[in-house]
C-alpha cells in the first residue's frame, strides 16, 4: 500500500515564525500535493509539484511556497506564519498527471498564537 | 470557476440506508470521485464514476449521477458505525489530478 507520511500531527507556532510542514511518500510518485482543510471550505489546493524541482500554484498559494528537492519529499513553508493560516494541512501523492487517484498523509493541524 | 456543493450534516440509525448528495456546476465533468475521511486521517478514494454513466455499484455502495441536474449521490446500504466518516465528492473535467475541484464534505453520524 502506498504511504503518504506528514512529519507532525500537530503543531503550535506563533505569529511570524516561518514554518515547515514535511510530506514523505514511498510508491514513486510523481505528483505531489498539498491542501489546506477547513471546516465548511472542503479542501483547497495550496500546490502541487509533477516532478523533482517543478512547483505550480494552486488555488490559494498567499503566504505558501514548496520545496521538492528529491521526487519523494514535498515541503511546504510558511515564511511568516499568521493567525488565518490555522488550519489542518494535507499532503497527498499520486502516480501521474492523468492519474486522479490521490493518497494522502493523515494531516497536519496546525495552529498559530 | 468550478463550485461543488454538499450538506454539511447527515444522522442516520444503523441498518439503515444513507444517501449523501453533491452538486456541481462543471458541465463539462468527466470524472466524480467519492472520498471518504474518518477521524483523525486523511482522505482515501471509496469509488469514482465517469461522466458517460449514470450508475455504479460496488458491494454497499451506489453512485447515481444525474448529468442534466449535475447531480451526484452516494448510497451506502446497511449502514455502520464504522460508515461515520466525512464524505467529500470531487470532480475533475480535465483528466488531471491537479484540477480536482472538491466539495465541502458531508459528515455522516451513524447512531445506534
Known amino acids: 500500500d502506498v504511504k503518504v507520511t506528514q512529519s507532525s500531527r500537530y503543531l503550535v507556532k506563533r505569529t511570524g515564525e516561518k514554518v515547515f510542514l514535511e510530506c514523505v511518500q514511498d510508491m514513486d510518485h510523481e505528483n505531489m500535493f498539498w491542501y489546506r482543510q477547513d471546516p465548511g471550505l472542503g479542501l483547497r489546493l495550496i500546490y502541487f509539484?509533477?516532478?523533482?524541482?517543478?512547483?505550480e500554484k494552486g488555488d490559494i498559494p498567499e503566504g505558501y511556497s514548496v520545496s521538492r528537492e528529491k521526487k519523494e519529499r514535498f515541503s511546504l513553508i510558511l515564511e511568516s506564519a499568521s493567525t488565518n493560516q490555522t488550519s489542518m494541512y494535507l499532503c497527498?501523492?499520486?502516480?501521474?498527471?492523468?492519474?486522479?487517484?490521490?493518497?494522502f498523509g493523515s494531516g497536519t493541524q496546525l495552529s498559530v498564537l | 470557476g468550478e463550485d461543488v456543493e454538499q450538506s454539511l450534516f447527515l444522522s442516520v440509525r444503523e441498518g439503515d440506508s444513507s444517501v449523501i448528495n453533491c452538486t456541481y456546476t462543471?458541465?463539462?465533468?468527466?470524472?466524480l470521485y467519492w472520498y471518504k475521511q474518518e477521524p483523525g486521517a486523511g482522505l482515501q478514494l471509496l469509488t469514482y464514476i465517469f461522466s458517460n454513466m449514470d450508475m455504479k455499484q460496488d458491494q454497499r455502495l451506489t453512485v447515481l449521477l444525474n448529468k442534466k441536474d449535475k447531480h451526484l449521490s452516494l448510497r451506502i446500504a446497511d449502514t455502520q458505525t464504522g460508515d461515520s466518516a466525512i464524505y467529500f465528492c470531487?470532480?475533475?473535467?480535465?483528466?488531471?489530478?491537479?484540477?480536482?475541484?472538491f466539495g465541502t464534505g458531508t459528515r455522516l453520524q451513524v447512531t445506534l
Open positions: 497527498a501523492s499520486s502516480f501521474s498527471q492523468e492519474n486522479e487517484k490521490l493518497f
Open positions: 509539484s509533477y516532478d523533482v524541482k517543478m512547483k
Open positions: 470531487a470532480e475533475s473535467h480535465t483528466g488531471t489530478a491537479s484540477k480536482l475541484t
Open positions: 462543471d458541465s463539462s465533468s468527466t470524472y
